[in-house]
């Protein structure tokens, strides 16, 4: 292993046999990762993608999506903290690989040890390119992902100067298709807004080692600025003063296999064969804080950084959420939109299960999911109170999209993306477990009077609006969203 001091092997579950309280509780609370076993079998993808010897098909994707323009890492060169990145079709790529391969078959005979560029496909946003391909279906266990729910009917940015052109499909999601051949790999890294992923080999097999955040600071320099690019490099002690004392778990991931990355863990992947994969970075309730924390220690990089210009500028607190947005993906305004959009709508789950007869036989569960979602969203907002970017005079100063987007409750509640968000987490919900009785549709309001579709539950027969906006009609910053989860969670 190079080296390496490999401390524990990552644990294999039958995913058929594992209930979702128990993946809760083991893996998304207890922040672990695992192996799930069982749940690829139905796939698309698993006959369509691979070959009959078990390779990738890659004749399929030049022929069916070859003109995609697609991201292309260069597994050999290296560019400041990532691999140096190439934007190419799929079809040009595969050239690639195929020549890839027939010169290291030339190579073998030769003798001779140089090979051109390991090229690896990242971060394709198939999903969002191909609606109407179904290769997979999330598994139940990771369909409680606000982050692709929130991003599959709102946009991250809303200002104009960081807002993305509404057509542009990068950004659009966080659901990914990987393709490289044997030896391609990532770099030592954390995931994206410290986020939750899951990771499935459709084909092939790959290596993870995987660094607990409690060790996170022995891959870092004593000024906790850069990290350890490739373990197996010979790393600098001096530079690195800890690594050496790092402990990893290392799993390797056979085909049909997939693996649930926890939120924080540094991770280096290595693929063993040739290998597709599909990839979503994800967060729901459970790791809320864990993003909030990032977005925190991000901004305040960018706040030192132009520090010196505070006292000659008027918009200072906007520049540095301009610049966190840039650089993080998502700033402090972006995130309360979220986490608010997401308590309004778990506050209306919760108004159908109170109006529900038997809600409490039935449907007792996922009352307890509901409260808890609204419960870890309040915690985050507390956490938020104190800094500048919520201060009233930057508030009265953020754009009028940002701001009504989370003020205005009623607003919210009538607005056509929102229901969608509603829509969407129902049917998510619905899916999570079948072992959570339910005696509803998929795709209809849990559990609202008289069967109505939840794009409707603004009507005289249905109460919801005038539940929530009759507790708080304005949601003027993070104090205002506390006091109204606080008061609603009572009522029901």
């Not at 078959?105 to 391909?133: N, Q, R, T």
């Not at 982050?147 to 009917?153: A, E, I, Q, V």
């Not at 924080?264 to 040739?274: C, K, R």
């Not at 706040?303 to 906007?318: A, G, L, M, P, V």
């Amino acid at each position: 292993m190079g080296g390496l001091q490999i401390g524990e092997k990552v644990e294999r579950v039958d995913g058929r046999k594992l209930r979702y309280e128990e993946f809760v509780e083991r893996y998304l609370k207890g922040n672990r990762p695992v192996v799930l076993t069982g749940l690829m079998d139905a796939w698309r993808a698993c006959s369509d993608w691979v070959s009959p010897d078990g390779r990738p098909n890659l004749s399929f994707f030049a022929h069916r999506f070859g003109k995609s323009r697609v991201q292309v890492a260069d597994c050999c060169t290296r560019d400041f903290t990532d691999q140096k990145r190439l934007e190419m079709s799929v079809a040009d790529f595969i050239s690639h690989w195929l020549g890839l391969s027939a010169e290291k078959c030339a190579i073998d005979l030769s003798g001779s040890e140089k090979m051109g560029s390991l090229l690896y496909l990242k971060d394709w946003h198939f999903v969002k390119e191909y609606p109407d391909y179904v290769a997979y279906t999330t598994p139940p266990f990771f369909n409680d992902d606000w982050l692709n729910l929130y991003l599959d009917s709102h946009y991250m940015h809303r200002d104009s100067d960081i807002h993305h052109d509404k057509n542009e499909i990068n950004c659009a999601d966080y659901r990914f298709v990987y393709m490289g051949a044997k030896g391609t790999w990532t770099p030592l890294h954390a995931d994206v807004f410290r986020s939750y992923s899951w990771s499935a080999n459709v084909c092939g097999k790959k290596q993870w080692l995987f660094l607990p955040p409690s060790q996170r600071h022995l891959v870092f320099d004593r000024h906790l600025k850069h990290s350890v690019y490739n373990v197996y490099d010979d790393v600098s002690e001096t530079q690195f003063p800890g690594f050496k004392k790092t402990i990893w778990w290392e799993c390797i991931q056979e085909q049909n296999e997939i693996i649930f990355v926890p939120s924080g863990w540094y991770h280096q992947v290595h693929n063993l064969e040739d290998t597709i994969s599909i990839n979503h970075n994800w967060f729901n309730a459970y790791n809320l804080s864990w993003v909030w924390n990032l977005l925190v220690e991000d901004y305040n990089v960018a706040k030192e950084y132009i520090e010196d210009i505070r006292d000659i500028c008027d918009d200072f607190e906007s520049i540095c959420q301009r610049n966190l947005a840039a650089n993080t993906g998502m700033n402090f305004y972006d995130f309360f939109i979220l986490i608010t959009r997401f308590a309004l709508a778990n506050m209306i789950q919760l108004y159908h299960l109170r109006n529900e007869e038997d809600a409490v036989s039935n449907s007792s569960n996922k009352a307890h999911h509901f409260i808890s979602n609204l419960v870890s969203i309040s915690a985050v907002a507390s956490a938020m109170k104190s800094f500048e970017a919520f201060a009233g005079e930057n508030l009265n100063s953020c754009s009028v999209k940002n701001r009504s987007a989370f003020s205005d409750v009623k607003q919210n509640l009538e607005e056509k993306d929102f229901h969608e968000l509603c829509m969407a987490l129902v049917t998510a919900y619905e899916t999570i477990d079948g072992r959570w009785e339910q005696n509803f549709e998929i795709g209809k309001a849990p559990l609202c009077p008289k069967d109505s579709l939840l794009l409707n539950c603004s009507g005289a027969d249905c109460g919801v609006q005038n539940f929530v906006t009759a507790s708080s009609s304005q949601i003027c910053g993070p104090e205002d969203l506390i006091r109204l989860i606080e008061l609603l969670v009572t009522l029901t």
